[in-house]
């Protein structure tokens, strides 16, 4: 998830959603990580678009971009 500290989305989302994710079947199979907008990608999302608005979810599998 790339997010950003002024995103009232990502605020909500978090409040509605984020507080419980990792306790879905959802989150079982789509883990979370929070990468923020404002940041260099890190080097192991390197192969991925950057994201231009928040949030914005991206899906990997074996480190490749899904969806």
Request: glycine residues 8%; aromatic residues 8%.
């Amino acid at each position: 998830m790339f997010d950003s500290p002024a995103c009232e989305w990502c605020e909500l989302w978090e409040e509605e959603v984020g507080v419980i994710y990792h306790k879905t079947d959802e989150g079982a199979v789509a883990a979370l990580r929070r990468v923020s907008i404002h940041d260099d990608i890190p080097e192991d999302l390197k192969g991925i678009k950057k994201a231009r608005y928040t949030p914005t979810f991206v899906l990997l599998s074996n480190g490749r971009e899904m969806g």
